[in-house]
């Protein structure tokens, strides 16, 4: 048997991806009954009314379904944008104040195993279905974001680049690199060379790395695969470069980017474990949100992945404090607007469950868990606004959809509440 080398992987792993393409993701298609129940509250009645009044709206594609007219997420956003522009719009478009900044909420479970970013998909496409705008950052390279939410087939020529938050990262490292050559300048020594994806970083800017996806008013942050390395590549930036820190340059790039004023709610996937990567994107957080199952089991986990978070917490600070103080200076401790833990894969014992968990997380716990579904659970989808209803059936379909909205908007009046929305979720 030949011994196995780099360049023999690199030999597998490309006959491997020599694969044909996927097939083209296929646009969900929503009924007049699901658009009046949850996305455009209104009686069917006059939704077909206005339908007729204004035939230059989307019209919908009969189907067999004793006539069903059917609509695709595009058609959603010209009929959301038409009713927001009536006499009553307040209720199908959020009212951002002027002076908004969108919020980046970042899932934490450092133990993994409690449904990140099934809940972070969850919340993302029910937040969109009710007119937010928002953005998905993946954070996970071995994640399945970037699949979950595809992008249309065409759209416009706009393609991102690079490697998704990492290069942002990277451009952080390559600006505290010049800051450092143009010392050793000007103290006559010569600057430390930077390498090639430190230089490429330096050009990019954070709207050059999203794209939109199939969902109307929800765009996509992807992580390629390759940034599997990304926890090697900080740890070597962080030991070539004195004084740097990656914590809050996810932040500070958002900030200086513009991008918090394009969107309503940032929500931000971590991988597992506390890494360099993970920790990077923990404390550019305004908002950790830890999901925990109703399970037995579950809060164990999640006190034992908040205390390693707080161990790292520490010892960054530590470190931070250390660097300042041969500057003569005072490091700022590591501070989160809020915690909040959000109940997922409720079953039929979840008021017994949410009980028992109220009881020593207090006013941390969202009131309202995400149910289990167990068509995802299947692999039927990779969220529940995925699935077509007539696949489950009304009966089924209909309770699911209602605790879904409601999670959402349990987050929502939670974290928009000292957001300057004058609008209620």
Known sequence: MQDVTSARLTALAAKVLDAPAARPPVERLFSIWEITSWILPVAPEHFRRVLAAAP??????????????????????????????????????????????????????????????????????????????????????????????????????????????????????????????????????????????????????????????????????ALPVEAMLGDVQIAGWRQGLRGWQPGGALAT??????????????????????????LSLLTSADVLLAPLPLQDGALARLGAGLQALASATALIEAEAQTAARALGQTAAPQVWQRLWVLPNRAGADAAHQMAGFAAKLGEALLPTPLPEVDAVARGQGAQLYDLDYRVLGRLTYAPMRQACDAAWRGLATALFADQGFAAKP
């Open 56 to 221: 230059h709206l989307p019209q919908g594609n009969t189907g067999t379904e004793g006539g069903t007219r059917w609509f695709s997420q595009t058609d959603l956003a010209v009929l959301r944008s038409h009713f927001a522009s009536g006499p009553r719009g307040a209720r199908y478009r959020p009212a951002l104040s002027p002076d908004a900044r969108a919020p980046l909420v970042t899932m934490t479970g450092p133990l993994g195993v409690m449904g990140r970013t099934t809940c972070l998909l969850h919340l993302a496409v029910a937040g969109a279905l009710c007119g937010y705008r928002i953005l998905v950052i993946e954070g996970d390279p071995a994640g399945l974001l970037r699949h979950t939410l595809p992008a249309p087939v065409d759209f416009g020529g706009h393609r991102s680049t690079g490697q998704g938050l990492l290069s942002l990262i990277a451009r952080s490292a390559a600006e505290h690199l010049l800051r450092l050559n143009q010392m050793r300048l000007d103290r006559g020594d010569a600057p430390q060379p930077m390498d090639e994806g430190l230089t490429g970083a330096l050009n990019l800017a954070s709207a050059d790395l999203i794209r939109p996806s199939l969902w109307p008013g929800l765009d996509v942050m």
């Open 253 to 278: 790039a958002l900030d200086r980017d513009g991008i918090r004023q394009r969107y309503d709610l940032i929500l931000c996937d971590t991988p597992r474990g506390l890494g360099p990567l993970a």
